[in-house]
């Protein structure tokens, strides 16, 4: 039997694209947005109630990476990408109903708003569900998972002293943690695990309308390299 689900909203997030969103929520304190209801949810009584809350579940649709052919195995990134487990093993995002849950901080509530950090989702993403987090029932003390321990290492990352500058002069205009967004999605090392990367290497990405521009000194750390906002 199939099953139709319509969205109850669309978050606006600071990822532009998929490159550099941290693997997990809550890896980028700093990695805010805003769920935009849409009707009859953006309606005040929809959300009576969640003002208690801290945190929410988020269900929604990884809507840039529906699959036509159902997949049974995957190569998720911690793995390094070449190694491919079962894809009930793993949170990767090509997936049956490409189905993802997110645990995300609740900052504020606007009828019809949820404004959200500790974002792991795309601008845009289509939310199926919210509901609330309950710390008793959602905290499993002693759980194991031996394929994603701990969560990834991180890469100290380093300003060009103009990049620096620049960043905090978007981040006043925003009115965001640009400089701690930046730094914690690029300390996770968003390139490829396959690839070395050469000094000589450019990586760039989209945050909220900003371009940020790193490369690799050494292949284990990162120096940011300019911020701007393109003509
Ligand atoms: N926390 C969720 C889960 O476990 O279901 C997502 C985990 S998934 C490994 C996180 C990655 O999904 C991010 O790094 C980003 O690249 C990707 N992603 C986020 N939103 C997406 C979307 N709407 N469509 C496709 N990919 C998305």
């Known amino acids: 039997m199939a099953y139709s689900v319509v969205p109850v909203g ?5 990822f532009k694209e998929k490159f550099a969103i941290p693997r997990q929520p809550a890896l980028a304190p700093a990695a805010r947005g805003c769920l935009e209801l849409s009707p ?3 309606r005040a009584e929809a959300v009576q109630g969640l003002e208690g809350v801290s945190h929410v579940w988020l269900l929604f649709i990884f809507h840039q ?5 159902p997949r049974l195995k995957v190569r998720p990134p911690r793995l ?4 491919s487990i079962g894809v009930f093993a793993s949170r990767a995002t090509h997936r049956p ?11 504020r509530i606007e009828p019809g708003k949820l404004w959200l950090s500790g974002l792991d989702l795309l601008d845009g993403t289509p939310v199926l569900d919210i509901k609330p987090y309950v710390p008793y029932a959602d905290q499993v003390p002693g759980a194991t998972n031996a394929i994603a321990e ?4 991180l890469l ?12 905090r002069s978007h981040a006043l205009r925003l009115d965001e943690p640009l400089v701690a967004l930046i730094e914690q999605c690029l300390g996770q090392d968003p390139r490829p695990a396959y690839q070395v990367p050469s000094p000589e290497r450019t990586y760039g990405v989209k945050l909220w309308d900003v371009e ?3 490369h690799y000194p050494t292949p284990a750390s990162i120096r940011v390299l300019e911020v701007f906002v393109q003509a």
Do not use: Y
């Open 10 to 14: 669309h978050v606006r997030s600071c």
């Open 212 to 214: 940020v521009r790193w």
């Open 40 to 42: 009859p949810f953006d």
């Open 97 to 107: 109903n490409g189905i993802g849950q997110s645990v995300v901080r609740l900052d």
């Open 150 to 153: 701990a969560p990834p290492a």
């Open 80 to 83: 390094g990408g070449n190694r």
């Open 65 to 69: 990476a529906l699959d036509t052919e």
């Open 156 to 167: 100290p990352v380093d300003w060009a002293s103009a990049a620096l500058a620049e960043a």
